[in-house]
């Protein structure tokens, strides 16, 4: 398996103002993370694909420019939304790839909850 | 593309007993990955089990079973003697093991099961 961080685990913000959420594998170098936004009883949507040291790939319809990802080392992935609005209220998640025996799966984070008000 | 389908928006299972919850999908991928993942009310996304579209034997896991029908194209978790702590969400998952598409998991709507005592 993976064990995988996030900070903060909550944070309640102003409309307008940044939030930066940290993903951090914990027990091995990790090329690839995963970013998700999960609404509330609704099913986990990708949001990008974050790669250490090159750009990350972003889902049709996200703003790469609202929600900046950065992975600058192995082993940290950092997901900043600016000039965060109540509409972007939501469970933020990431994962990362490891493996379970002789298969490659993703083990998610605690997830972080974001409030905007 | 690729989709996934759990057609059971909730559930209630008696403690003890076994519940099956259904998940169906939809790829053009010659060969994929299926997965099970549990999401309790914290948040964190727990892996369960994995069933390889090409593997001869369906999965288990202690008490998780799954049950691949590949030409029904279905992927069905069983839970057998349930327990309360298995009160939860579960999502189906896929993933293409075409390595272009970079493990991405594309999830189901997810299924809440309720154990009771």
């Known amino acids: 398996g993976a064990v995988v961080s996030q900070h903060p685990s909550w944070v309640i913000c102003k409309s307008g103002t940044s939030v930066k959420i940290e993903c951090r594998s914990l027990?091995?170098?990790?090329?690839?993370m995963f970013w998700y936004r999960q609404f509330p009883k609704q099913s986990l949507m990708l949001m990008a694909t974050?790669?250490?040291?090159?750009?990350?790939?972003?889902e049709q319809g996200v703003e790469k420019d609202k929600f900046l990802i950065n992975h600058a080392s192995l082993t940290l992935s950092t997901l900043t939304v600016t000039s965060a609005h109540p509409e972007d209220s939501s469970f933020y998640i990431c994962?990362?790839?490891?493996?379970?025996?002789?298969?490659?799966?993703?083990?998610f984070g605690p997830g972080t909850r974001l409030l905007v008000l | 593309a690729q989709k996934i389908t759990q057609t059971q928006p909730g559930m209630f299972v008696q403690e003890k007993e076994a519940v099956t919850l259904d998940c169906t999908y939809d790829?053009?991928?010659?060969?994929?990955?299926l997965f099970w993942y549990k999401q309790p009310s914290s948040g964190e996304m727990i892996f369960l089990i994995y069933?390889?579209?090409?593997?001869?034997q369906n999965a288990t896991e202690g008490r998780y079973s799954l049950n691949f029908q590949k030409a029904r194209k279905s992927a069905n978790l069983v839970i057998s003697a349930s327990q309360l702590g298995d009160s939860a969400m579960y999502f189906c998952?896929?993933?293409?093991?075409?390595?272009?598409?970079?493990?991405?998991?594309?999830f189901g709507g997810g299924t809440r099961v309720l154990v009771k005592p």
């Open positions: 027990d091995f170098q990790a090329t690839t």
């Open positions: 974050s790669n250490e040291g090159s750009k990350a790939t972003y």
């Open positions: 994962s990362v790839i490891g493996t379970s025996g002789r298969t490659e799966t993703q083990y």
């Open positions: 998952a896929m993933r293409g093991q075409i390595k272009a598409a970079g493990n991405k998991l594309t």
């Open positions: 790829t053009s991928d010659p060969s994929y990955g």
């Open positions: 069933q390889g579209s090409y593997d001869q």
